[in-house]
């Protein structure tokens, strides 16, 4: 199996957090999103979307993290906690699933554009009504995330850890690269974050996370790649 991943994007992390944890093979392969890879044309063979992750095994190819993750828990017969086999339980993973695309991930990863790369890509801070309806959707997610989906219980699923954990941890990582801790003020996310981890091997989890939290190696890259403009349009449209 291959993994083409850039560990700088939350939902292959997740991918790869996975993969390590079900104990499955696979081959690294680095998209380097600050180069512009994803525009590369051996790579728009591979996916037309022109994103990471994306998983090769054979001549099948898939994208999405989420498919991926199920895909692999299918493939490898991974323990059930992973993606529980009782309807009620898996429901909770799905329902997570399909909501966090628009939610939690997508409000943490405006808080990441908005600080750490609008002042590259548009040369000059973001306004401060966009860094402030950032951050406020984030904490409304941050909210949701505990009073809807934690609730009370370890995991969110319940007693044990599943694939929704693990999509769930890597996007609340990404906004610490912009110096903002949605941990903050929430023990129960601490917590949860603290347990996700130690399943996901803690030293691993942290390497994983080593190249999001390094804001100054991240600065340096894409100043020193030339390939950049695409991904640069890209993201104009996004933040504008
Ligand atoms: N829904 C997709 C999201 C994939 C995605 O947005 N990937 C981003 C990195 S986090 C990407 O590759 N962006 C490259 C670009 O837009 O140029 C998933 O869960 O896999």
């Not at 044309?41 to 994208?63: A, C, H, N, Q, R």
């Not at 994983?208 to 403009?229: F, P, T, V």
């Amino acid at each position: 199996m291959e993994l083409y991943l850039d560990l700088y994007s939350p939902p292959c992390r997740a991918v790869y957090l996975f993969a390590k944890a079900l104990g499955i093979p696979f081959e690294f392969k680095l998209i380097s999103l600050t180069s512009g890879q994803q525009y590369s044309e051996e790579f728009g063979k591979l996916s037309i979307v022109k994103k990471v992750p994306v998983m090769k095994d054979g001549s099948f190819v898939l994208t999405e993290s989420t498919a991926i993750m199920k895909y692999m828990v299918q493939k490898h017969s991974a323990a059930d906690h992973w993606f529980p086999a009782d309807l009620q339980q898996r429901a909770r993973v799905n329902e997570y699933l399909s909501w966090q695309h628009l939610n939690l991930r997508a409000h943490c990863s405006k808080v990441f554009l908005f600080r750490v790369l609008y002042p590259f890509i548009m040369g000059a801070e973001a306004p401060k009504d966009k860094l402030d309806s950032s951050l406020e959707d984030m904490k409304q997610s941050l909210h949701l995330l505990e009073e809807k989906f934690l609730q009370t219980k370890l995991f969110i699923a319940g007693d044990h850890v599943s694939m929704a954990d693990v999509a769930a941890v890597v996007e609340v990582m990404q906004p610490l690269s912009a110096g903002v801790d949605g941990f903050e003020g929430r023990p129960k996310l601490v917590a949860w974050r603290d347990r996700v981890k130690k399943e996901l091997h803690g030293k691993l989890f942290d390497e994983a996370h080593e190249k999001i939290l390094d804001r100054s190696g991240m600065m340096q890259k894409m100043q020193d790649d030339s390939d950049l403009l695409k991904f640069k349009q890209n993201l104009q449209k996004i933040l504008r």
